[in-house]
């Protein structure tokens, strides 16, 4: 038996179908929830007026299945429209056996992503607000709700234009354009309850250390209590591989060192990701467990050795995809954890052992199904939106809610092995300046915050483009020039010292390379749509979207995308590379998948130019 098959409680409570279904938290797991998903009163508010309005205190005149958000078909709305501003309202009855948690206990309402401002009241207090539209928000109801009252639970979330806010790839036009795909308004991941004592467990952080068989487990409380100690069990097929435990009363986060047994030891790695079940429990000065949560960990290493990185010492060539994150029948939620699941098959499928998570925060149920399939994932944050795109002057000023929210991120994505390393930024458009500009502040602020709230995993300041940390971890480019030849030539200069650099003819974008690892992390981005007219050729895009010269068949596509690889598997000094990408996405027709995941074109064929070894695993330069 694998210890993630007791991972996960009852997928959702008795009384007809619920949308998501399953545990939205899949490290951080304990029994008792409650999944609030479904129908929801609904009203858009289109001159964010609602608390003047009164749509506070009153029913609401539509309704709406949270979690897919009102842009979406699934939602049941389906209004495209620019949303300034949109109110929820549901009444929820709170189980009466949740006070078996304890006399204090504290019932939780859990958002797992709201974009982008939310407010939320219960029975017409607020308990929580919270900025970004990429991570997840908690309300802790004690004193406003307690264990079998029934009260009424309203949301506000606001989405203004115009002013710099994290968006990703959400169109800041009114329809869809180029690369920029349907908004997202308001709730988009589950909503749910659960009840904890008022001394309990925040979300641990598990540190793998594989030099010392060990894993280090951080794990935050809300409160120390005299007597109190904290229980770490590591376990694996076999049953209870090693525990340790340590007082919880003289550190707020106290920290357990659990060291595994030589022959116990089995690191995760692409072709066996194996996962240690891991317990932690809060227990009071009489042994009995206060609060328990269950977890599961890898045990695996990065490293940055010259221009390597190395997972578990190994120089394992990184065969990336950009994924998107995008269904045409939800936008940025997926329509079912198995679509999830598919999204990490695909890509493996075709032959990539990873993907670069591309200007979103993905749901934290797909970093479960890469940890169990040993997927290699570039975890980023969804940045665009801090100004006008493609401008070269002083034009990209992110704010500090950027590095909060990434922040957040971190902290929920710690724990999860198949991340192996971090992208704040991505395609920042600024010229270098003899002056420090506002961009030049976040991206440091965003490196540094990176860093320090991880520094077990390697930080690409921002991915192509504006490198303006002089010592980032790692150094990469876009580029998406479509003739193998010349693609190769313009790789060809990382022998020299000089790589691939993104720049303006105005002049540089970036501070010197330092040497540091390196990868084409954006080429490809093949254009091909097998059903347009042959009629429509060349660089017409009024039927679809693509980067340069679209391909005339499939033979010509896979022709085009064995060359550009080609050139950097053979490159010894190339760790790794990022296809653009795995589907379609509305107009953006570069998928190696159709939008629906259906077939596209022979992915054998795909598979086949990706596995052969790689320049840089034959050698150790």
């Known amino acids: 038996m694998s210890v993630l098959d007791r991972l996960d409680p009852p997928s959702a409570p008795a009384g007809g179908p619920v949308p998501r279904p399953e545990y939205p938290r899949p490290q951080v797991v304990r029994d008792r929830w409650l999944n609030l998903n479904g129908s929801w009163e609904f009203e858009v508010d289109p001159g964010d007026s609602g608390l003047e309005r009164g749509l506070r205190e009153r029913p609401l005149t539509g309704t709406i299945t949270v979690p897919f958000a009102p842009e979406s078909e699934l939602s049941g709305v389906e209004n495209t429209d620019f949303l300034e501003a949109v109110w929820y309202r549901r009444e929820v009855t709170i189980p009466a056996d949740w006070a078996e948690v304890g ?43 307690a264990p079998g009252e ?57 540190t793998p250390d594989l030099g010392a068989r060990a894993f280090d487990v951080r794990v935050p409380l809300t409160q120390n209590r005299r007597g109190h100690h904290v229980v770490v069990t590591v376990s694996d097929a076999e049953g209870v591989v090693a525990s340790e435990s340590t007082p919880a009363h003289l550190d707020l986060a106290p920290s357990v060192r659990v060291v595994l047994p030589a022959e116990r030891v089995r690191p995760w790695s692409t072709k066996d990701p194996h996962l240690y079940g891991v317990e932690v429990e809060l227990h009071d000065a009489a042994g009995d467990v206060v609060d328990a949560v269950r977890s599961y960990a890898g045990l695996r290493s990065v490293a940055i050795d010259g221009k390597a990185i190395r997972i578990n010492g190994e120089p394992l060539f990184q065969r990336l995809v950009l994924d998107q994150g995008y269904w045409p029948e939800s936008l940025m939620t997926a329509p079912s954890d198995a679509a999830l699941l598919r999204d990490v098959e695909l890509g493996l499928e075709a032959g990539f052992n990873g993907a670069r998570l591309h200007q979103k925060v993905f749901e934290e149920r797909y970093l479960y199904h890469a940890d169990r399939l040993g997927y290699l994932v570039w975890g980023e944050f969804g940045d665009w939106g801090a100004g006008d795109f493609g401008r070269k002057d ?55 915050a990176t860093k320090l709230a991880d520094p077990s995993r390697p930080v690409l300041d921002a991915s192509g483009y504006s490198h303006r940390v002089l010592e980032t971890d790692v150094w990469d480019s876009h580029h998406y020039e479509q003739d193998p030849e010349a693609f190769a030539r313009d790789m060809a200069g990382l022998k020299d010292g000089e790589p691939w650099a993104n720049r303006y003819d105005e002049g540089p974008i970036s501070l010197p390379y330092r040497g540091q690892p390196y ?13 347009e007219a042959a009629e429509v050729a060349g660089d017409d895009r009024s039927e679809s979207w693509g980067y340069g010269q679209r391909v005339a068949d499939e033979e010509e596509f896979h022709s085009r995308f064995a060359g550009l690889t080609d050139a950097l598997l053979d490159d010894p000094l190339m760790f790794g590379y990022c296809y653009t990408q795995l589907t379609d996405v509305f107009q953006e027709q570069n998928g190696v998948y159709r939008f629906d995941r259906g077939e596209k074109l022979d992915v054998d064929r795909v598979r086949a130019v990706q596995v052969r070894p790689a320049a840089f695993e034959k050698g150790d330069d």
């Open 103 to 145: 006399d204090d206990a504290h019932v939780l309402l859990h958002f797992g992503a709201v974009d982008h401002d939310a407010t939320v009241w219960v029975d017409g207090t607020e308990v929580v607000r919270h900025r970004g539209g990429f991570t997840p928000f908690t309300a802790d109801l004690h004193g406003v709700a």
């Open 394 to 448: 002083d034009h990209q000023k992110p704010t500090t809610s950027y590095v909060a929210e990434w922040l957040e991120a971190l902290e929920r994505d710690f724990s999860h092995p198949s991340i192996i390393g971090w992208c704040p930024l991505n395609e920042t458009h600024q010229l270098l300046h003899d002056r420090i500009t506002q961009l030049d502040d976040v991206t440091r602020a965003m490196f540094l």
């Open 150 to 206: 029934t009260v009424t639970v309203v949301v506000r979330a606001r989405d203004h234009r115009g002013i710099p806010q994290a968006r990703g790839k959400q169109s800041g036009l009114y329809a869809n354009k180029d690369c920029h795909y349907t908004r997202t308004t308001g709730i988009w991941q589950t909503v749910w309850m659960e009840p904890v004592p008022g001394a309990s467990l925040r979300r641990p952080r598990i």
């Open 519 to 531: 990868f084409c992390s954006e080429y490809g981005g093949i254009w091909w749509n097998p059903e």
